[in-house]
């Protein structure tokens, strides 16, 4: 059950007064974690308290690889980027590992609210290899369909029963003639 919980993920702290006004404004509550560490530790006993997961991803910071490990799980609460880095660098990398937003610093506190509340009311997210997928921050994804779809992308082959009626007359031809 969410409980207007956000986790910031913060190793330098630049983030967190503007972050916890952001979300105060939204009504709120922030958890600050200062490592990775932290943050899977937080993250195993209460992803799904979860409402929003910030990322402030600084150089040396493992925060894509935190970004990854979050977007890989099945129920997670949308994901938003915070960087010192170059935005127009980071924003395809952030939505790749699964954020629904990244903002560029220096950031105003309407730009981060705006964002906070797009992020949590997204009803669409997208996997690792672009296809849309309903949002786990809702409701309970279904997994066997996500890794089907996931099976589907990564096999080298069609499975026989999914080729169609000409794929497999053309198939018969051919390896008639060779014979």
Known sequence: MKSNVVLLVDADGDSEGMVSEAAAGNGCAVLLA???RE????LREQMR???LVIVDVDPGAHGLV???AI????DRPPIVV???LEETYMKPISVEHGASACLGKPITIQKLISSLK???KRSLTSDRWGSLMPSTASKKLNVKTCFSGIAAKLSPTVPRRGRSA???ASHHESSKRSS
């Open 82 to 84: 915070i960087t010192a």
């Open 71 to 74: 977007s890989g799980c099945a």
């Open 49 to 51: 308290r979860l409402d």
């Open 66 to 68: 935190l970004l990854e």
């Open 39 to 42: 943050a899977f530790r937080i």
């Open 166 to 168: 000409r794929g497999r």
């Open 118 to 120: 797009d992020a949590s």
């Open 34 to 36: 200062k490592t990775s």
